[in-house]
């Protein structure tokens, strides 16, 4: 997509995405509390699956289950946060800045402000 700054028509425009950003360190972060938390779970299929192959399988297979339940937490919460945030990026926040004249702006396109110079 090539965009041009709305004010200054400047091709020099980047795309911001705090959003996406903030949302998926948000998701990651509470996949792995909720992997965590459910890691539990995890430990005790982990254990059970481990007993064919006696105590020592079974202390693997706990913190395996355990440690695979907070990775998918975080893999999957992560991802779910990014989308959440690349969603609002685009059309909540104003996600494109200007790099000659600094305006941040949306791509959606919005209407100049009016008390903003229309000419150069």
């Known amino acids: 997509m090539n965009l ?10 980047i795309t911001r995405n705090s959003a996406k ?4 360190a948000l998701g990651t972060v509470g996949g792995a509390a909720t992997g965590a938390a459910n890691a539990l779970a995890g430990a005790a299929i ?3 699956v481990g007993m064919v192959a006696g105590p020592t399988g079974a202390v693997l297979g706990s913190l395996s289950g355990a ?5 998918f937490g975080a893999a999957t919460c992560g ?5 959440l945030g690349a969603m609002i990026d685009e059309r909540v926040l104003d996600n494109h800045q ?6 941040t702006f949306s791509a959606s396109g919005g209407v100049l402000p009016s008390d903003w110079p ?3």
Not at 98 to 103: A, E, R, S
């Open 21 to 24: 950003k903030v949302g998926g």
């Open 46 to 48: 982990g254990r059970t």
């Open 79 to 83: 991802m779910a946060g990014s989308r």
């Open 118 to 120: 229309t000419s150069h």
């Open 67 to 71: 440690l695979l339940g907070a990775l």
């Open 4 to 13: 041009q700054c709305p004010y200054c028509q400047s091709p020099r425009v």
């Open 98 to 103: 200007c790099l000659d004249c600094g305006q």
